[in-house]
C-alpha cells in the first residue's frame, strides 16, 4: 500500500508542477492575442476569393467626439439624453456624476441626461466633485451620466454582410462590438430595467458614399446600444495594406497557414518541451517543483543590463564579473589595510532550485 501511495503522489506532483506552467502559457496567450489599435485606425477583412477588404476609420477619430440626442422616459420623467462616442480613442466627455462613484469615467461611448449641477468649490476656489463619500478634487461633476464601454479597441470587426462588401450599396457595411461593461450602481442608470446593467455598445456603419457622418438609429435592448451610422468609411477598399492595422479578421474557409503562423507554433512547441520536460526532469532529480536553470532566468535581466553597458563603454572590457551582476568600481570596498577588495558572490542549492 506504501508503495503504490507512492507511486501515486510521484505522479500527481509532476502534473501539479505542469499545471502552474500551462496556466501561465494560457494567460499570456489569452493577452497577445487581444486586438490592439493603432494610429492608423483601419480593419481588414479577407473574402473566400482571398481578396482584401479594409475600412479606414482614422478620419472619424475626434478632439470632441461625434453626439447623438435622442428624448427618454425614466420613471414618469422625460429627460433629453444624448450620446458622445468616438473612434479609435475615449470619448472626450469626462464621466463625474455627483452623488456616485461610475464604473468607468471615460470610454469609446459615454451616455448622459438631465441636467448638469452647479459647479461647487472650496475656500480657495479649487473645484470638487462629491461623488457620494468621494470628493474628487480638481474637477466638477457633470450631469449624470454612464460609460457604455471603456474599450475603445472592439472585440469584433466583420462585415455587415459579406455578400455585400465592394458593392458600395446600403447594405454594405463593417460592424464593430466593444467589450461589455458592467454596471454595479444599481438605479443609476437611465437604461436600467431592473438590478445592475450590463452596458454595451456596437457601432453598424452602413456604406454612403456622400456621407460623413450621421447617426441614424440608435437600437437599445436595456443598456446594450447598436449605434446604426451612415458613413462613407462604411465603405469598403480594395488593395495591398501596407501599414500595420488595428485588427485583422481571418479569411473565411482558408485553412493554409503563414510563416508567422508556422513560427509561433514552432515557438510555443519548444516551449513546452522546454519548460515542461525541464520541471519533470527537475522534479525526479532533486524533488523540486519549478521552471528548469531558474537563476539563469533569474539572472537574464542583469546580464543584458551588462551586455549594454559593455557596448556603451566602447566594448572595453572592465573589472571582472560574475553571471548575472554588473560589477564596476563601485562594487569595491575599502579593506582594512587601506587596499580595495572585491566583493565575492556565493550561490546555495536554494538559489537554484527555489520553487515557484
Not at 446600403?170 to 454595479?184: A, C, H, M, R, W
Not at 440608435?218 to 488593395?239: L, M
Amino acid at each position: 500500500a506504501r508503495i503504490a501511495v507512492r507511486l501515486l503522489i510521484s505522479f500527481i506532483m509532476p502534473l501539479h508542477c505542469l499545471a502552474k506552467l500551462g496556466a501561465a502559457f494560457v494567460v499570456a496567450a489569452a493577452v497577445s492575442s487581444w486586438p490592439t489599435a493603432d494610429a492608423t485606425c483601419s480593419y481588414n477583412w479577407t473574402d473566400s476569393s482571398n481578396n482584401l477588404w479594409s475600412w479606414d476609420l482614422g478620419s472619424l477619430t475626434t478632439v470632441d467626439g461625434w453626439t447623438s440626442t435622442r428624448q427618454i422616459t425614466f420613471n414618469g420623467t422625460t429627460y433629453d439624453a444624448g450620446f458622445n462616442l468616438n473612434f479609435c480613442q475615449d470619448a472626450p466627455f469626462q464621466c463625474t456624476p455627483e452623488g456616485y462613484v461610475p464604473d468607468s469615467q471615460t470610454g469609446v461611448v459615454v451616455e448622459y441626461w438631465g441636467t448638469t449641477p452647479t459647479c461647487t468649490k472650496d475656500s480657495s476656489g479649487i473645484s470638487f466633485c462629491m461623488q457620494g463619500s468621494v470628493k474628487k478634487v480638481g474637477i466638477c461633476c457633470t450631469q449624470p451620466c454612464t460609460v457604455l464601454s471603456s474599450s475603445f479597441v472592439p472585440e469584433v470587426v466583420k462585415p455587415y454582410d459579406e455578400s455585400q462588401v465592394g458593392t458600395a450599396s446600403t447594405t454594405e457595411g463593417v460592424i464593430l462590438q466593444f467589450p461589455t461593461l458592467f454596471d454595479s450602481n444599481t438605479g443609476r442608470t437611465i437604461c436600467e430595467t431592473g438590478g445592475p446593467a450590463t452596458m454595451a455598445a456596437q457601432y453598424s456603419i452602413m456604406c454612403a458614399p456622400t456621407v460623413e457622418f450621421e447617426v441614424k438609429e440608435v437600437v437599445a435592448s436595456g443598456c446594450e446600444y447598436n449605434f446604426v451610422i451612415d458613413s462613407k468609411y462604411g465603405c469598403a477598399t480594395s488593395g495591398t495594406i501596407t501599414t500595420t492595422k488595428a485588427t485583422t479578421i481571418a479569411p473565411v474557409n482558408s485553412n493554409s497557414l503563414q510563416g508567422g503562423d508556422i513560427f509561433l507554433i514552432i515557438l510555443f512547441v519548444v516551449g513546452v518541451l522546454y519548460f515542461g520536460g525541464g520541471a519533470l526532469i527537475l522534479y525526479f532529480t532533486t524533488g523540486a517543483c519549478g521552471i528548469p536553470n531558474r537563476a539563469m532566468w533569474a539572472g537574464l535581466g542583469s546580464l543584458i543590463v551588462d551586455g549594454f553597458n559593455f557596448l556603451k563603454s566602447g566594448c572595453q572590457k572592465k573589472a571582472a564579473s560574475y553571471p548575472g551582476s554588473s560589477l564596476d568600481d563601485g562594487d569595491y570596498h575599502e579593506a582594512s589595510n587601506g587596499t580595495k577588495a572585491t566583493t565575492s558572490a556565493s550561490y546555495t542549492n536554494d538559489d537554484l532550485y527555489d520553487d515557484l
